[in-house]
């Protein structure tokens, strides 16, 4: 199953929705524009029966001159002096004029909410997620898929949406409508109201038992599909492996059958809607059938009039009912909402571990003297990854870190521009601690390149400045010359305005590696950090990084991970990591006479070169 946000405890539904209305306070004159157009057609929706039932009224005067009882309220005596043809004209031109005002303020209606819930809320909770992402350390992104980290800001944003519009808006408009559809009801006849009623504390009763048994089904497949997702995720990062390793059927296989729980678990759900749906239907033609019946009879008994009594109160019944009716999508939406909620809220709520100390220091430019302070890290509560570092590098000086994998060397590094922070001791640029200088200053300060450089979808122009969008056309070909990126980039079709494609797979290893370079030096960083740049290229491509790298590096303090004597020679000292402590350091030459994991390391290089040259001199002689 996908990860899930760490938090330290899990909010409770009030609390939830007790955010979900302060979320939509911010929109609180969107929200009271949209209920003020609901009350506007709530009084002409009553109006419309009202005049229904004067005409009813008015047509029976006619046909049975009998007098009748009046409905409460709802006799019009001037009325009486028109002629009957007349005052139904006048009652049906109304009634239309009331339908035209209805038809219009619906689209008005219509166009506020969407207004309101699609190009203000949506619009802008996402903006807020995605700038908390931004903000939130790489131990938040370790420990979330990034299928995880999707569904929550595309779908879950969507369920918070639902609530503002489905829940939130539509509960108020059914209050409001309910409690003017009984008052209304109640002032034509109380008993008749009490009786149509009675089943509505039944219908509260199934609404709470539905509202406690679904809510976990929309939790666990909102689990299913963030599932779904993040298969889909890596099987489309990973196609080159699956194809390579002729492993098609089971990657369909594999996804099929995260599809089907989806698929089975939505069935489930879809059949407990469609169980409660018609249940309150159920209940509410019952108030009908009452209706019928004894509001029939008190008609009969010339104790109710037909239209201002029978004829609007069904009316009002009628649309009671269909608010009712709205129970059931609204109980059906607020669980929905409610999972969702919690999601976008745990990424909301994540703590920003690294960020900006109130008094940071401002240092637009640094020179570059970095110190280790006895460091140790730890993800969480774990044992430390990275432990007693004390390290000293100066100005301009090139540290190489050896070390296996898992030894700590990435972490090292990345505590220099606070991806993490220490959790024991500290880290100093130019002799400040770098928790107290400004992060952005720090960043900018630094240029990075990973043994895997990442590009984006972009121009070749917009990669290289991607750190310093504003540098010019001369800026980023002199970043590319220096990275030795010019050449082959000058002979692509658009030359630096050619569009890489994803993740730049149209270029070779090599040449991403060299536009990696670019753009480190192009922000003419004190420091530089080089994860291991060419541990994944061939030896011809690394001879042409080493000059590149050779140029970029030049009065720059630089950490580079390296594995191969050719790196490794080339900087001024060396440390050697071993389960996240240095247990070696000094110059080539010096570790080179020294017993240690650095001299087992060269001699296994040096003995695969040698096999290397026996093998190239014995196949010189056999072709000769």
């Keep these: 199953m996908p990860d899930t946000v760490n938090q330290p405890s899990e909010p409770g539904n009030w609390v939830l929705i007790r955010r979900l209305f302060g979320l939509a306070w911010r929109y609180r004159l969107h929200c009271l524009q949209v209920l003020g157009i609901q009350l506007v057609l709530l009084t002409l929706g009553i109006g419309g029966l009202i005049l229904t039932g004067l005409g009813i009224d008015c047509i029976r005067s006619k046909v049975d001159p009998t007098p009748v009882v009046a409905a409460r309220g709802l006799h019009f005596n001037f009325l009486d002096e028109w002629p009957p043809l007349q005052v139904l004209v006048l009652l049906a031109g109304t009634i239309l004029l009331f339908a035209l005002v209805r038809a219009g303020l619906n689209y008005v ?3 506020s909410v969407n207004r309101l819930v699609q190009q203000k809320l949506v ?29 929550r800001v595309t779908g879950d944003v969507q369920s918070v949406r639902m609530f503002v519009d489905q829940v939130l808006i539509q509960s108020v408009i059914m209050v409001i409508s309910l409690t003017a ?40 497949n909102r689990s299913l599909v963030e599932h779904m997702v993040q298969i889909l995720t890596e099987s489309i990062q990973g196609v080159a492996v699956t194809k390579g390793f002729g492993r098609e059927g089971e990657a369909r296989a594999k996804f099929d059958a995260a599809n089907l729980a989806c698929f089975a678990q939505q069935r489930g759900i879809f059949w407990r809607v469609s169980l409660f749906s018609p249940a ?26 037909l239209g201002t009594g029978l004829v609007v109160f069904a009316g009002l019944l009628e649309q009671f009912s269909g608010q009712v009716n709205n129970v059931a999508v609204i109980v059906n939406s607020v669980q929905q909402s409610l999972i969702g909620a919690r999601r976008v809220f745990e990424i909301l709520d994540a703590p920003v571990e690294v ?10 430019r640094l020179t570059g003297a970095v110190d280790f302070e006895n460091v140790s890290f730890a993800y969480d509560r774990a044992e430390a990854v990275v432990r007693d570092i004390n390290l000293s590098v100066k100005p301009g000086e090139c540290v190489a870190i050896l070390g296996a994998t898992g030894a700590g060397k990435s972490v090292l590094m990345s505590l220099i521009p606070r991806f993490f922070d220490p959790t024991v001791g500290r880290v100093l640029i130019d002799g400040q601690d770098v928790r107290r200088l400004n992060l952005e200053d720090v960043r900018r300060n630094i240029g990075l390149v990973f043994q895997e450089s990442f590009l984006f979808s972009n121009t070749i122009a917009a990669n290289i400045a991607f750190g310093h969008p504003e540098a010019t056309r001369s800026q980023i070909e002199r970043a590319a010359r220096i990275a030795a990126a010019h050449d082959f980039i000058v002979i692509l079709p658009e030359g630096y305005d050619t569009v890489l494609g994803e993740s730049g797979n149209s270029l070779s290893g090599g040449q991403r590696q060299r536009l990696a370079i670019a753009r480190a030096v192009l922000l003419e960083p004190a420091i530089l950090l080089l994860d291991d740049p060419t541990a994944a290229i061939d030896s011809e491509t690394e001879h042409e990084i080493f000059e590149a790298l050779d140029r970029a590096i030049a009065g720059r303090t630089t950490f580079i991970v390296a594995h191969r ?13 071993d389960d996240g402590r ?8 010096e570790l080179m006479r020294q017993p240690g994991p650095y001299l087992r390391v060269a001699n296994l290089q040096l ?18």
């Excluded at 903006?127 to 979330?144: G, H, T």
């Excluded at 209940?283 to 059938?289: A, D, E, P």
């Excluded at 004597?565 to 990591?577: P, Q």
């Excluded at 003995?607 to 000769?624: H, K, N, P, T």
């Design 109 to 111: 209606y219509a166009i």
């Design 123 to 151: 619009v802008d909770l996402r903006s807020d997620v995605y700038e908390k992402l931004q903000q939130l350390s790489f131990r938040f992104f370790d420990a979330n898929s990034t299928g995880s980290i999707i569904t």
């Design 181 to 220: 559809y009984v008052i209304y009801m109640a002032s034509l006849s109380p008993s008749l109201t009490i009786a149509c009623l009675a089943t509505t504390p039944v219908l509260c009763v199934i609404a709470a038992w539905f509202s406690r048994e679904i809510q976990p089904q929309y939790a666990l």
């Design 280 to 305: 309150v239907g159920f209940l509410t033609r019952i108030n009908m059938m009452v209706l019928l019946g004894y509001g029939g009879w008190l008609v009969a008994h010339d104790r109710f009039p």
């Design 355 to 364: 960020k900006n100390a109130p008094d940071a220091i401002r240092r637009p």
């Design 565 to 577: 004597l050719s790196t490794l020679r080339r900087a001024d000292f060396i440390i050697v990591m």
């Design 582 to 589: 240095i247990v070696q350091r000094g110059t080539h030459e």
């Design 607 to 624: 003995v695969d070169a040698r096999d290397l040259q026996l093998l190239g001199l014995a196949g010189g002689e056999a072709s000769s």
